[in-house]
T-cell receptor, first 112, second 114 residues
Framework: AQSVTQLGSHVSVSEGALVLLRCNYS??????LFWYVQYPNQGLQLLLK??????LVKGINGFEAEFKKSETSFHLTKPSAHMSDAAEYFC??????????FGKGITLSVRP | DSGVTQTPKHLITATGQRVTLRCSPR?????VYWYQQSLDQGLQFLIQ???????AKGNILERFSAQQFPDLHSELNLSSLELGDSALYFC?????????????FGPGTRLLVL
């Protein structure tokens, strides 16, 4: 069974600052890992995913995440926050089956 | 635009009623998933269909049912509605049913039960 922990429900950064959103998973099988973003009143959009191969994954809008098996983590980062990054971010693994097991989500606020 | 469409966008109904939510997957996608997003439960997987067959079940209530039709669109039926069923219901689709596949989400149907 999959489970995921997203530390902190709300992260606030200044425009231009580093964004770091944490995700830790627990899994009985090697997971596939996804980050999705949800803008207000919209559906979820894939930012990036890890399946196999390179553990540093680059996504859209300048985001990237690194799969660290030893730490069971898949933290999301962006070097420089932009106002348009304000949204809710979800980490979600899949495993033996295809269902996404979503974390509680992190709301990112960007201060001007 | 993900290519996944959901209708209606909003639905207001009364307790005890029955509603049907509709989802059209991206062209060529065979797998459809339904998720529920509520303030207290977060985002939860309900059910998955692949090429017309039920593939996986999650936290779906017995009052809820779904199906996928030959043209691959899917419907989620919610009956004997309760106040607690008020939520955002998302449909997602993927090319195949594999766990590594990207799921593309529709804009959701917001259900309000009064």
């Amino acid at each position: 069974a999959q489970s995921v922990t997203q530390l902190g429900s709300h992260v606030s950064v200044s425009e231009g600052a580093l964004v770091l959103l944490r995700c830790n998973y627990s899994s009985s099988v090697p997971p596939y890992l996804f980050w999705y973003v949800q803008y207000p009143n919209q559906g979820l959009q894939l930012l990036l995913k890890y399946t196999t191969g390179a553990t540093l994954v680059k996504g859209i809008n300048g985001f990237e995440a690194e799969f660290k098996k030893s730490e069971t983590s898949f933290h999301l980062t962006k070097p420089s926050a932009h106002m348009s990054d304000a949204a809710e971010y979800f980490c979600a693994p899949t495993g033996a089956n295809s269902k996404l097991t979503f974390g509680k989500g992190i709301t990112l606020s960007v201060r001007p | 635009d993900s290519g996944v469409t959901q209708t209606p966008k909003h639905l207001i109904t009364a307790t005890g009623q029955r509603v049907t939510l509709r989802c059209s997957p991206r062209s060529g996608d065979l797998s459809v998933y339904w998720y529920q997003q509520s303030l207290d439960q977060g985002l939860q997987f309900l059910i998955q269909y692949y090429n017309g067959e039920e593939r996986a079940k999650g936290n779906i209530l017995e009052r809820f049912s779904a199906q996928q039709f030959p043209d691959l669109h899917s419907e989620l039926n919610l009956s004997s509605l309760e106040l607690g069923d008020s939520a955002l219901y998302f449909c997602a689709s993927s090319r195949t049913s594999g766990p590594q596949e990207t799921q593309y989400f529709g804009p959701g149907t917001r259900l309000l039960v009064l």
